[in-house]
């Protein structure tokens, strides 16, 4: 991104509070976080400045590149890869009856995460990778760019048996995963689909070839649409029930 894009996007998500705030960070260093209230939303939500934030929530809150052709009222809510909590967000305003289960691994897209959904009794913030089977994980990348899962220690992984008995769930309405290429071991060692209505993916073949086939191969029994970037699978047999 440009410099002069980069510049922009920020006027774009906060006029000129948010075009003196990046060129304050730029000369000065401060400040490291803008709040924003977005647009039909009652509450404020916090962004790093010069991380993926900004880009995020004109993605998702601005964007709303989560608001999915679904034929019913999803109630049980799974996001996965929360990050700062955008899309949890976005679902708790455009679901108010949902409970939302919002899961992020990185500690400080979590920290972010808990203060952007404090004022939803909605959502709850689990600190967690999903992944095949509990245990745990190391991470890579930084706040600038995605992180990654790689074998290693100090993140906790949770396999979707283990969520759903400790969120006391018996199904999902609609599952969200965007976990930057750790679906095709995920969706590998998948035992649990058809307790999912609807599947909302963002396929990272560019990271990890293989990430789509595996997501396929157990999706045989869904319909599938394209809405950007979020590849949806719709239950077949569900999809017209209210």
Same mark, same amino acid.
């Given at each position: 991104? %440009?410099? @002069?894009?980069?510049?922009?996007g ?6 000129? !509070? ?7 960070y730029? @000369?000065f ?6 709040t924003?209230?977005p647009?039909?939303?009652?509450? /404020?939500?916090h *962004? =790093?400045?010069r ?7 004109r993605?998702?809150?601005l964007? #709303?590149?989560?608001d999915l052709? *679904? /034929?019913?009222? &999803? =109630?049980?809510?799974?996001d ?7 899309? %949890? ?5 455009r679901?108010?009856?949902a #409970?939302?289960i919002?899961l992020e /691994? ?8 808990? =203060?952007n959904? %404090?004022?939803y /009794?909605?959502? @709850? &913030? ?9 245990g $745990? @994980?190391?991470?890579?990348g930084?706040s ?8 290693? #220690? ?7 048996n283990?969520?759903?008995q $400790?969120?006391g769930?018996?199904s ?7 976990? $930057?290429?750790?679906? !095709?071991? *995920?969706f ?6 058809q307790?999912?209505?609807?599947l ?6 560019r ?6 086939r595996?997501?396929? %191969?157990v ?10 970037e979020?590849t949806l ?7 017209? #029930?209210?």
């Amino acid at each position: 991104m %440009s410099l @002069l894009q980069g510049i922009t996007g920020y006027y774009e998500i906060d006029g000129w !509070k948010g075009l003196l705030a990046i060129s304050s960070y730029r @000369l000065f260093g401060s400040p490291a976080e803008i709040t924003v209230h977005p647009p039909q939303l009652k509450l /404020p939500v916090h *962004l =790093r400045v010069r991380t993926s934030d900004p880009g995020v929530y004109r993605d998702v809150l601005l964007g #709303r590149e989560y608001d999915l052709p *679904l /034929p019913f009222s &999803p =109630r049980h809510i799974v996001d996965c890869g929360a990050n700062i909590g955008m899309a %949890s967000i976005f679902f708790a305003d455009r679901y108010p009856q949902a #409970r939302i289960i919002a899961l992020e /691994p990185e500690p400080s897209n979590f920290e972010v995460l808990m =203060r952007n959904v %404090s004022g939803y /009794p909605n959502i @709850l &913030p689990i600190h967690a990778a999903l992944w095949k089977e509990d245990g $745990e @994980l190391g991470l890579c990348g930084s706040s600038k760019i995605a992180f990654q899962v790689i074998q290693g #220690r100090g993140v906790r992984a949770i396999s979707m048996n283990t969520l759903m008995q $400790e969120a006391g769930l018996d199904s999902i309405d609609l599952l969200k995963v965007d976990i $930057e290429g750790a679906e !095709k071991e *995920l969706f590998e060692a998948c035992d649990w689909i058809q307790k999912v209505r609807a599947l909302a993916i963002e396929l990272h073949d560019r990271f990890k070839p293989g990430c789509r086939r595996a997501v396929e %191969s157990v999706t045989m029994g869904y319909m599938q649409l394209q809405h950007g970037e979020t590849t949806l699978f719709l239950r077949k047999w569900d999809a017209g #029930r209210p």
